[in-house]
């Protein structure tokens, strides 16, 4: 199984606030796994990648910083929250050399 | 620096005609494109993908051509059939470039019309 659960799937935060969006997957151990968002009109941005416990690449400078305390759970965060913030965030995980594979995604929206 | 670009936002085509999704790449390095289908509210899903090594590859209804020397791909659906309708992103991958995440274009609406 290469099942993948975000949660919560959707979320409405005020400007300021916190944020922490858990993804965790099933399937193989030890697994690279990924956050992406996709903005309104934007494609999906890669935001964070990490290949095992701890281990964590960024790709661009943001207001987000990412988290793996176990091996099949990768947790989204902020200290607080900023409007451009807001859209749909995609957790995923590597398959095979180049395939990933998606959760079903949190929309956030942030007011 | 967009490095995938889709540039049409939006495409119409009629049931049971040809699709055609184009796709267009700026970095030399990537060596494997994929296309994924989303539909609203819910996470991508593969499709088809392609490695640079190959300039066509086929699964049913689906193929996905790369021109190399024009950094572009395209993928073609025949025939398209309502439940196409969704927004299809084109991705590059850069098998040198370790554990990096996919790179995306901004997608491209698919409306198929009965």
Redesign the interface.
């Given at each position: 199984s290469q099942t993948?659960h975000q949660w919560p799937a959707t979320l409405v935060q005020p400007v300021g606030s916190p944020l922490s969006l858990e993804c965790t997957v099933e399937g193989t151990s030890n697994p690279?796994l990924?956050w992406?968002r996709q903005a309104a009109?934007?494609?999906?941005?890669?935001l964070f990648?990490s290949?095992g416990i701890g281990q964590i690449?960024s790709?661009v400078p943001q207001n987000l910083s990412a988290s793996r305390p176990q091996d099949r759970q990768f947790i989204l965060s902020s200290k607080k929250l900023l409007l451009s913030d807001s859209g749909?965030y995609?957790c995923?995980r590597?398959i095979g050399?180049?395939?990933?594979?998606?959760?079903?995604?949190t929309?956030l929206t942030v007011l | 620096d967009q490095q995938v670009k889709q540039n049409s936002p939006s495409l119409s085509v009629q049931e049971g005609r040809i699709s055609i999704l184009n796709c267009d790449y700026t970095n030399s390095m990537f060596d494997y494109f994929l296309w994924y289908k989303k539909y609203p509210a819910e996470g991508p899903t593969f499709l088809i993908s392609i490695s640079s090594i190959k300039d066509k590859n086929e699964d049913g209804r689906f193929t996905v051509f790369l021109n190399k020397s024009a950094k572009h791909l395209s993928l073609h659906i025949v025939p398209s059939q309502p439940g196409d309708s969704a927004v299809y992103f084109c991705a590059a991958f850069d098998s040198g470039g370790g554990a990096d995440g996919l790179t995306f274009g901004k997608g491209t609406h698919l409306i198929i019309q009965p």
């Open positions: 993948i690279n990924y992406y009109g934007r494609g999906l941005q890669l990648y290949v690449s790709e749909f995609l995923a590597g050399t180049h395939e990933q594979f998606f959760g079903p995604g929309r | -």
